[in-house]
Structures are given as C-alpha cells and as structure tokens.
C-alpha cells in the first residue's frame, strides 16, 4: 500500500476531528494529539522506507498531472519529512506538560502545523505548494499568537504581514510559470525546461520566487521577523519555527533550483545572491547572538545564522554543498530544536526569558541544563556532536568554491561559541537561587533528544554518506521519470 496519503492526511484528520474530541475530556484529546503525530511519524517512515529505490508518487482521486494533485517523494523529501514528523511528535510529547490551558486550540493548530509542513515536502505540484505554504503559515501565526499578550499578538501580526508578502510574491511567480510551460507539475516542468528553448521568463519567476523562500527562510535582508515570532511563542512552538518551519524556504529553493531549472544560467546567476545574502545573515546572527540578553531572542539569532550556511551552500550548487545542506538541515533541525525546548524549561523556573533572571537557574535541574549545554555546544560546532559533523562538511564545500565562504563559517561559529559559554556561565554559575523544579516529561524529552544529539554525531559520517549523498545523486532525471511514469 503507498503510504504518502496516509502521512499527508493523518495529521489533517487529527486536527478536523481533535475539537469534537476535545469536548469529551481535555486529557483525553492531548493523547488523541499525540497518537495523531506518532501514527503520522510511521507512516513518513514507510515513506522513507518506500522511497530508497527511486520516487514514490501518489495521484489523489486519480487524476493525473496536470489537472490532479500529484505528491512525488524522493529520498530528500522522504528524509526531512521523517525528521520532521520524529520531531513534532518529541515535541507534542512535551507540549502534554507545558501547555496549562487551551490544549485543545493549541493541538488542532499544531496538527495543522504538521500536515503543512508534510505536504510541503511531500508535493509534486507547485499550486500545491502554494496551499500547503499557507496552511503552514497559518498555523504558524496563530501559534506565534498563542499566549495572546501584546507582545505575541505584535510579533504574530508582523509576522502575518511579511509572511503574506512572501506567498504574494510566489503567487504571482506560479501565474508567470503556468503562463509559460502550461503546467504546475514539477516533473512535467522539469522536463519541458530542460528539452526547450522556452526560458524567456526564468529568470523573473525565479527572482521573485526566491525572494518569496528567503522571506520564509529568514535570510537577510528578509530576516527581520524572525528575532520577534519565535521568541514571542510557546517554547515547544519555538522549537518547531526555529527548527523546521523555516526549513520549507530552504527546502523549496532546492527544488526550485535542483529539480526544476537545474543546471540553467539562471540558476548559476542568483546563487551568488544567494551566497552573498547567506554571508551576511551569517555575521549578522552570530554578532545579534552576542549583544542580546533575552535566551529565546539569542537563539533566534542563532537560527539565522544557520539558514545563512544553507544559503550559501544552495548558491554554491555542486554536489557535496547540496548534499551537505541536506545534512546540516537534519543536525540543525534536532540541536535547535533541544535548544529551545531546554531553554523553555529554564524559562519556566526562572519565570523571564532575561538572562539576567536565569542565573543560577540550571543548577535548580541539572538533566535540562545538560541538555542545553549539549544543544548549544552542537550547534558551535564542537565534536562529536551532531552539528560538528554537517559544519565539517559545509567547511570542505565552502573551501572547495572560495576559501573566503570557509572562513565565514569559521569565524560566526567562534562568535556564536562566545554566545553559548555566555548563557551556559549564568544558567549554570549565576549567583541566583532558584528552587528545584519538577518537570518530568518536559525534562525526559529534551534529555532523549540530548542522547539523539551525541549519538547522531558518532553516526553522523555514515548518515551522510548513506543518506544525505544519494538523496543529492537522484538528480531531476530521476524525479522527472519517477513523476511521469518513465
């Protein structure tokens, strides 16, 4: 049995059917949630499993491109889709003990989270895409939104507003595409730009386009947004923005660039925008990351800083850079992700996101602030944790194209080192006295991601060799055929 519609429409489910639940028992709907974000983790893996020989496709009610919905799964979207389901199920897990009221309006967004997020990964179709982008965003704004103070409520509406702009700018793009190829279908565009002379409106769809996926991946000068809605939201919905929200930009501009006009000028020409632009959020993150004193707002900064490696690693475009974003994306997605679920314990203890608040504040429990620890000395770089491994392989990728791009890692990965010992000297060394808190789920999450954390960074070498390279090698001849019966 195909399992793609059973990964797309689980999460969906879960989310149209959780208010009808949710009037039963308030218990009984979160454990309804989380079975909806396992079941959903089992089927991206038999996705997963499914896709190793070539692309999965699935046609739903039949029709077939270009008039049907088409999902096309390669090993790329095959993998991010398992770590992105893995991830949200950790972290709704934590979510049981964090959220105190409105579980039930919390869980139904959440799941809506999920399900964009998949179909997003999972799509073959560009108009698709475009939903699956706006049932993302939706969600994710009225998640930012959550706590309803004034300053989630600033944050979420900026957040809307440039988010609104993006998917207007992609919008129009698909209009221009569909004009010139007479098709949305990825494998059917694929093919017809690279066995026709018909590129006269490459260059505008693809401006427009990225700028769109920039605005969604929080590179510079489209960053501005980000250092507001991540930290204004519950920290298990930070975890989720930080660590795979703002994957989708990165991910739809490589296929945008990798699937459907690889290889072109066009492609050639805007990757040194997008090194150009990956350098600078780079700096500018790793310099926000050492002049903030809020832990949430920190980290944010951090997050930039990372989208700006994958920037410039999709402008580099060979081979190993593309296979070491895919790499770097997974190893940045579960550090980020610990981060920020460490940090909301801390936050809870410590009842202010200031550092100035949290001194001290590790030592009141210890297993979280060893979690933080090995999320924040993994995303500086330091072996043998996981970041290390995908950092290594960014650094030859970089030095490969320009010794120049390899020192730019080099050097934020210091700055943000700088950052890191900071926070970890007043979490752990501050004069501050705070008492012992229980959190239990909370705490036996992150410490499970933790241990992930340390064992993927021995794993790491094999992980990229036996994933992240052949999800690259497919190329679009693969995905062309795999979408169109060939």
Not at 172 to 191: H, K, P, V, W
Not at 422 to 442: A, D, F, T, Y
Not at 458 to 475: D, E, H, R, S
Request: glycine share 10%.
């Amino acid at each position: 049995m195909n399992p793609i519609p059973l990964a797309v429409l689980t999460p969906i489910t879960f989310a149209f059917t959780l208010p009808l639940i949710g009037k039963l028992s308030k218990s009984v709907a979160k454990a309804y949630a989380v079975l909806g974000t396992f079941l959903t983790m089992l089927f991206t893996f038999e996705v997963f499993k499914s896709s190793e020989g070539g692309p999965l496709t699935y046609t739903f009610g039949g029709w077939r491109a270009p008039i049907g919905i088409v999902y096309e799964v390669d090993t790329m979207s095959a993998f991010l889709g398992l770590v992105t389901s893995t991830l949200l199920f950790l972290i709704a897990i934590y979510s049981l003990e964090y959220i105190k009221s409105g579980e039930v309006w919390y869980f139904t967004l959440y799941l809506g989270l999920e399900a964009g997020l998949i179909g997003v990964l999972y799509t073959g179709d560009l108009f698709n895409l475009f939903v699956m982008l706006e049932v993302t965003s939706v969600a994710a704004y009225a998640l930012v939104m959550f706590n309803r103070d004034p300053q989630s409520l600033r944050a979420g509406l900026k957040y809307a507003f440039i988010g609104a702009i993006g998917t207007t700018l992609y919008f129009i793009a698909m209009g221009l595409l569909y004009r010139t190829y007479g098709t949305l279908n990825m494998a059917q565009l694929a093919e017809i730009v690279h066995s026709s002379d018909v590129v006269n409106a490459s260059l505008a769809i693809l401006l427009l386009a990225t700028w769109a996926f920039l605005i969604k991946a929080a590179i510079f000068p489209n960053h501005f947004w980000l250092p507001d809605a991540h930290p204004a939201a519950p920290s298990p919905i930070s975890a989720v923005l930080s660590g795979l929200v703002v994957n989708v930009g990165i991910y739809s501009i490589a296929r945008l660039y990798f699937t459907l006009y690889s290889g072109l000028p066009e492609v050639k020409s805007l990757g040194i925008l997008l090194i150009i632009l990956g350098a600078i959020s780079a700096f500018l993150g790793a310099i926000m990351m050492n002049v903030h004193s809020d832990i949430k707002r920190i980290i944010a900064y951090s997050t930039i800083m990372h989208m700006g490696y994958l920037s410039m690693a999709l402008g580099i475009g060979s081979s190993l850079a593309l296979a070491s974003a895919v790499f770097h994306t997974f190893n940045h997605a579960v550090a980020k992700s610990l981060l920020f679920l460490s940090a909301g314990i801390m936050i809870q203890i410590g009842g202010s996101r200031d550092l100035r608040d949290l001194a001290g504040v590790g030592r009141a429990n210890p297993l979280a602030m060893f979690s933080f620890a090995v999320a924040a000395l993994s995303l500086a770089g330091i072996p043998p944790l996981n970041v290390f491994s995908s950092k290594v392989m960014l650094f030859t990728a970089f030095l490969d194209w320009n010794p120049a791009l390899a020192g730019v890692l080099v050097v934020t990965s210091i700055m943000s080192l700088v950052a890191y010992v900071k926070m970890m000297r007043v979490l752990w060394l501050g004069c501050g006295k705070k008492e012992s808190v229980g959190m239990p789920v909370m705490t036996g999450v992150v410490v499970a991601i933790s241990i992930a954390v340390i064992v993927l960074g021995l794993v790491g070498p094999w992980i990229f060799k036996g994933i992240a390279l052949p999800a690259v090698a497919q190329g679009w001849e693969s995905y062309v055929a795999g979408g169109l019966g060939g």
